[in-house]
């Protein structure tokens, strides 16, 4: 299901190259991305969608049987208990297409992601332990 366009300008238009079922499941992976990182930056990068705050948080792809999420090493190292169910690699995870995602724990790494780069930037993000 890989889109065949390349040169993505914005989020938006690489969604819309998708089928329709497809595009619902892309959108609601951005919109827990956007909540769990108001302040971040949208933008393509590799040609999939991505956030930045303070340097690159997460990217997001679609595949034929897959929704390609791509917090970082970092963040699948973290998380690593969680997302043993799923396949992926070091910085990648493959949720399946026939399933939900899980949203909360993808909420949990965004925010992870969050902390660690404005922790290297020097900010303070606000979280209370």
Known sequence: ME???A???STDEYIATFPEDIQKILEE????????APGAEEKISYQMPAFALKGNLVYFAAFKNHIGFYP???GTEAFKKELSIYD???GTVRFPIDKPLPLKLISRI??????????KAG???GKRK
Do not use: M
């Open 3 to 5: 889109s065949n366009k």
């Open 7 to 9: 040169g993505f300008v």
């Open 29 to 36: 992976l951005r919109g827990t991305i956007k909540a769990a």
């Open 72 to 74: 970082t090493s970092s």
């Open 88 to 90: 992926g690699s070091k």
């Open 110 to 119: 965004v925010k992870f992601r969050v902390a660690e780069n404005l922790k």
């Open 123 to 125: 900010i303070k993000s």
